[in-house]
């Protein structure tokens, strides 16, 4: 569009009809650029605006990312789970092993979508929570930077973890139907409602824990995740028993060696990566904690193998050493669950270094009780998850208490009673549970297919005595 | 056959019998011989005629009459039985 000067129509003397032409299209050219200018300003304040919205998205949406991407991390730690199973048990255990580690996911994919996920986070009470079943009505959009449904994953995964704990203790000899059952009571009650007690306020803030409000503190689960699952484990071993030939009759420990450890290598290092995800998406959001929570986390790990291994080496038989050390690292990973967002990397070494001694000694006590933890998920789990509770108070740096308004003796109590009150809670629901199961179907393979390798699939081969060896009158007699 | 007539109908047991398996609908319940021998004698009885029970020595099935000779000769019980 050409645009006539006002210098061009006040130096025209071509008529006054071409006079006031110009004089309208100077009128209009000022009222167009006006409007242009004006639309132009307008836009720019609504397009920062735009902007603004945007880069909240973009923020919010980065976040969302990070949690989603963890929560595959963390379920990634199923196939480590397997894997470091598979390569310790016996060789013809290993195909039950792993189809039990696809089933307690299974489990608790359904348990915990269904039920558990309300009962720790729905709104409730500080004990209990009571909607949100099935997901019903979870908003997309909510306080904390994550929508419901990648919060519900990320949780999902943990319980997931939780419950496959379990399995590394009672492989070899328990009945599948049976640890199925157990699975889906964990995700159904035994792990949401503890968790509802101390993370209960991470999905919505009116529905903080019981524990949570006295000040107990846990991360990412060394008590919610690790301590649940080693506890459950710890009373399932006791009421199904060791395996057959495990002990003799004097007490005297005959170990079973391993089938495979560089499979069970391959599991740590997967188990490993998950960590990472673990504690890094436990902070929900994608900030600088991020990659300090990671570093902590391996530093932890990388120092209690190394302190593991010196005390296997000094204490153990050579062909026990490379398999302990494997569960120190693990123990250090454990330990530094519930402290990885406040402690310093200094800090998560000493964790670390303690972690890897602590599993070796308790490792040693279970088999003095002739408690045959197969794959030694409770000194990983359960000896680790005290230690990194407890670890929280004691490392915590002094300017972090001060924020939680708390000295380090009252932290520490408060760990304290934590770790009972899971201690106290899990071996409770557990026993009663596993007793119920042991009465009603029964918890142990037969003798046969723990000797020769279970095949869940097959009818199980009962090689009962004859009784029809015997009249009546005779049996009676030798009964009597 | 003349050696056939001084082996005995049954063989004795050489090991203990550290493990009584009873079946269940989805598994096995183990236990020691001494709380096998606790359990009411009609109660052993219904379980051995169901065919639910299995002696073991070191996972090894034993018949049932030599195991029973040998827990009544080794395992403890109690006075209701």
Not at chain 1, 206 to 217: M, V
Not at chain 1, 348 to 357: C, D, E, N
Request: one cysteine or more; proline letters at 4%.
């Amino acid at each position: 569009m050409a645009i006539t000067t006002p210098r061009e129509v006040i130096g025209s003397h071509e008529g006054s009809d071409r006079a006031s032409a110009n004089r309208i299209l100077q009128l209009s050219t000022l009222v167009v650029t006006a409007i242009v200018v004006a639309l132009s300003m307008w836009t720019t304040r609504s397009g920062g605006s735009e902007l603004l919205t945007s880069d909240a998205n973009s923020i919010r949406g980065i976040d969302d990312l990070w949690v989603t991407v963890a929560a595959g991390m963390v379920f990634l730690m199923q196939a480590g789970f397997m894997a470091f199973e598979v390569g310790l048990a016996r060789p013809h255990h290993a195909p039950a092993v792993a189809l039990k580690n696809l089933v307690d996911w299974t489990a608790a994919s359904l348990a915990f979508f269904v039920v558990g996920f309300a009962l720790m986070f729905g709104g409730g009470n500080s004990i209990i929570g009571w909607d949100l079943f099935a997901l019903q009505d979870i908003p997309i959009s909510i306080d904390s930077s994550v929508s419901g449904p990648t919060f519900f994953i990320f949780q999902l995964a943990f319980a997931g973890t939780a419950i496959t704990i379990v399995s590394g203790s009672l492989v070899e000899r328990t009945s599948f139907l049976s640890y199925a059952i157990v699975s889906v009571f964990m995700g159904l009650i035994i792990y949401p409602i503890f968790g509802r007690w101390v993370w209960g306020s991470l999905f919505d803030a009116d529905s903080q824990g019981w524990l949570e409000a006295l000040g107990f503190r846990d991360f990412a689960g060394s008590t919610v995740v690790h301590s649940v699952g080693a506890w459950t484990a710890l009373v399932g071993v006791s009421i199904v028993g060791p395996r057959l030939g495990r002990f003799d009759l004097d007490g005297t420990s005959r170990p079973f060696p391993p089938s495979n450890l560089a499979m069970t290598v391959f599991g740590t290092l997967i188990l490993w990566f998950g960590w990472w995800g673990f504690n890094g998406g436990s902070v929900f959001a994608f900030d600088g904690n991020v990659s300090r929570i990671i570093l902590v986390t391996n530093l932890s790990g990388t120092a209690a193998l190394l302190s593991s291994g010196v005390h296997a080496y000094a204490t153990k038989r050579s062909s026990q050493v490379f398999s302990t050390v494997i569960g120190g690292a693990l123990t250090g990973l454990v330990a530094i669950t519930a402290s990885a967002d406040v402690v310093e990397p200094i800090s998560a070494i000493a964790i670390g270094l303690v972690a890897g001694i602590l599993h070796n000694l308790t490792g040693d006590l279970l088999e003095k009780l002739l408690i045959d933890d197969a794959l030694g998920a409770i000194p990983v789990h359960g000896a680790g998850g005290i230690w990194g509770t407890l670890a929280v108070a004691l490392f915590a740096p002094s300017d972090i208490l001060e924020l939680w308004g708390r000295s380090r003796l009252d932290q520490l109590a408060a760990q304290v009673l934590g770790i009972l009150v899971c201690f106290v809670w899990v071996v409770g629901l557990a026993y009663l549970l596993f007793k119920a199961v042991e009465r009603t179907i029964g918890l142990r393979v037969s003798p046969t297919r723990e000797l020769v390798g279970m095949d869940v699939f097959e009818e199980d081969p009962i090689h009962a005595a004859d009784a029809d060896e015997l009249a009546d009158d005779e049996l009676r007699e030798l009964l009597s | 056959m003349a050696a056939a007539e001084f082996e005995p109908a049954q063989p004795e047991i050489s090991a203990p019998i550290d493990t009584i398996a009873i079946k269940m609908p989805a598994g096995y319940n183990m236990m020691p011989p001494d709380e096998w021998q606790a359990l009411h004698e009609e109660q052993r009885f219904n379980l051995i005629k169901a065919k639910r029970v299995a002696f073991l020595s070191a996972g090894v099935s034993i018949p049932v009459r030599p195991a029973l000779r040998w827990l009544a000769d080794h395992a403890g019980g109690n006075d209701e039985k």
